[in-house]
C-alpha cells in the first residue's frame, strides 16, 4: 500500500509568517498533486507536478517535487488568513488510475 | 459541463443496517471514479477505485464494497454497518485531458453510525 506521510500535522501561525508542508513517501509517484479543502467541502486542486525536480509558484506558493519523484512540498510566504484550510498532497501511480491522498496539514492562520 | 453529484449529504444509521451511497457523474464518459474516507481533520484513505464498468480495486479490506453499474454511477455499500464507519465520504472522478489529472469530488456524505 502506497503511503503518503504529511508533516507537521497542525501548523498555527500569525499573520505574515512563512511556514513549509512536506510530503513524503517510500514509493516513486508519475505525478503529485496538492489540494486544500474547506470543512464540510470536497478538496480543491492547487497545482500538479509530474517532473523531479520541478518547482511551481503560484502567487505566494511555491510548489517542489523531489528529484527522486517521492516527496514534496509546499511553501506559503506572508501567509494570511484565507490560507487557513486543510493541505492535502496526493500522488498519482503509472496509468493514471489510482490516486493516493497524504495524512493531511491542518493550517491556522490568525490575523 | 462536468458535474459530480454524491447523496445523501447526511446519514444517521444504527450499527448492523445496510448502507448505500450513490455518486453520479455528468458531462464526461469513462472516468476514473473513487470513494475515499476522512476522518476528522485528517486525510482521505482511498477505499475503492474504478476504471471501468464492473472493474472495482479495493484499497482496504473491511465491509464495505462498491460497484459500478454503468459508466457513471459509483455505488459504496455495506451489508452490516459498524461503529467504526462513521465518517465522511466522499467520491470523485479524474479523467484524461484536457482535465490534466485533476480530481473533482462530490460534496460528501457525512455518515454517523449509532
Known amino acids: 500500500t502506497q503511503l503518503l506521510e504529511q508533516s507537521p500535522q497542525f501548523l498555527s501561525i500569525q499573520e505574515g509568517e512563512n511556514l513549509t508542508v512536506y510530503c513524503n513517501s517510500s514509493?516513486?509517484?508519475?505525478?503529485l498533486q496538492w489540494y486544500r479543502q474547506e470543512p464540510g467541502e470536497g478538496p480543491v486542486l492547487l497545482v500538479t507536478?509530474?517532473?523531479?525536480?520541478e518547482v511551481k509558484k503560484l502567487k505566494r506558493l511555491t510548489f517542489q517535487f523531489g528529484d527522486a519523484r517521492k516527496d514534496s512540498s509546499l511553501h506559503i510566504t506572508a501567509a494570511q488568513p484565507g490560507d487557513t484550510g486543510l493541505y492535502l498532497c496526493?500522488?498519482?501511480?503509472?496509468?493514471?488510475?489510482?490516486?493516493?491522498f497524504g495524512t493531511g496539514t491542518r493550517l491556522l492562520v490568525s490575523p | 459541463s462536468q458535474t459530480i453529484h454524491q447523496w445523501p449529504a447526511t446519514l444517521v444509521q444504527p450499527v448492523g443496517s445496510p448502507l448505500s451511497l450513490e455518486c453520479t457523474v455528468e458531462?464526461?464518459?469513462?472516468?476514473?471514479l473513487y470513494w475515499y474516507r476522512q476522518a476528522a481533520g485528517r486525510g482521505l484513505q482511498l477505499l475503492f477505485y474504478?476504471?471501468?464498468?464492473?472493474?472495482i480495486s479495493s484499497e482496504v479490506p473491511q465491509n464495505l464494497s462498491a460497484s459500478r453499474p454503468q459508466d457513471r454511477q459509483f455505488i459504496l455499500s455495506s451489508k452490516k454497518l459498524l461503529l467504526s464507519d462513521s465518517g465522511f465520504y466522499l467520491c470523485?472522478?479524474?479523467?484524461?485531458?484536457?482535465?490534466?489529472?485533476?480530481?473533482?469530488f462530490g460534496q460528501g456524505t457525512r455518515l454517523t453510525v449509532v
Open positions: 470523485a472522478w479524474r479523467a484524461g485531458s484536457p482535465f490534466g489529472q485533476k480530481a473533482f
Open positions: 514509493s516513486v509517484f508519475s505525478s
Open positions: 507536478v509530474v517532473t523531479g525536480g
Open positions: 496526493a500522488g498519482g501511480n503509472t496509468g493514471f488510475q489510482k490516486l493516493v
Open positions: 458531462g464526461t464518459s469513462n472516468p476514473n
Open positions: 474504478s476504471v471501468g464498468i464492473g472493474q
